[in-house]
């Protein structure tokens, strides 16, 4: 679905996120970050791939990639993102 979504809107936000997150599921790590790359430059104001990023960057550096998590973190929240309980937690 979110291949076929992104063949007709290859800007769509949610597609990128779904895509990335398909990604991440196979252990595609670089793939994901260049997804979520896109996504961020094409939708900035929209947090979850800021989130996701975040996420992403825990899964693949564990905790030597904190402080790069956390940037994105944060700029989700600027951006309007809600308290992520599991970020919250893992950014401590």
Known sequence: VA??????RPDDAAAL???AAAEMGRGDYDAA???LDSAIRTNPR????YYNMAKMILRKRGAEGRDA?????STG?????KEDSFL???LK
Do not use: D, M
């Open 77 to 81: 929240r600027t951006f309007g993102g």
């Open 69 to 73: 998590a956390r940037r994105y973190y």
């Open 46 to 49: 929209k947090y979850h791939a």
């Open 88 to 90: 919250e937690k893992e």
């Open 17 to 19: 996120n779904i895509k």
């Open 33 to 35: 970050e260049k997804t």
């Open 3 to 8: 291949k076929e979504l992104i063949s007709v």
